[in-house]
C-alpha cells in the first residue's frame, strides 16, 4: 500500500517550523498514513491530517513521489496549505492503532549552513 505525509508548516517571527507529534511510543514524527485503495495520495494526505491531528487543511503541492526499490510502497510527501493559524500545541486523541493521544507543536526548520 502507497503511502502519504502531509507536512504542515508556518511562518513564526521569520522562523519556518514544521508541525511534527509526539508519539507515545515511537517518539517525534510527521504525520502519514495509507493511501486506501481508489484514493489519491492528495486525498490521503487530507484525510491523514484530520484523523491524526484533528485539523483540516488542503494539499496543495507534490513535493516528492520516492520509492526506495520496487518491493515498497511509493512515499507521496504534500505540502499543505499553510498552518500560521493553528495554535502553537495541541493535544488530539487518534483512534488509529486502538487510540493513542498525540502531542502536536512545531519544530524550528534551521536554514543556516554554519558549520563550526
Known amino acids: 500500500m502507497n503511502k502519504a505525509c502531509p507536512v504542515v ?4 517571527e521569520d522562523q519556518f517550523e514544521v508541525l511534527v507529534f ?13 493511501v486506501e485503495p481508489g484514493e489519491s495520495s ?7 491530517l484530520e484523523e491524526e491531528a484533528g485539523i ?31 495554535p502553537d500545541c495541541w493535544d488530539h486523541y487518534c483512534e488509529d ?3 493513542r493521544l498525540f502531542h502536536y507543536f512545531w ?3 534551521s536554514l543556516s549552513t554554519d558549520s563550526e
Not at 507515545?24 to 510527521?30: D, K, Y
Not at 496543495?60 to 496549505?81: F, G, V
Open 107 to 109: 519544530h524550528p526548520l
Open 9 to 12: 508548516v508556518r511562518n513564526r
Open 97 to 99: 492503532d486502538g487510540g
Open 22 to 34: 509526539r508519539h507515545p511510543i515511537a517518539g517525534i514524527q510527521l504525520v502519514k498514513g495509507t
Open 56 to 86: 483540516k487543511l488542503k494539499a496543495e503541492h507534490l513535493l516528492l513521489e520516492w520509492q526506495r526499490n520496487p518491493e515498497e510502497p511509493t512515499w507521496a510527501i504534500w505540502l499543505m496549505e499553510p498552518g500560521d493559524h493553528l
Open 42 to 48: 492528495r486525498s490521503a494526505s487530507e484525510r491523514e
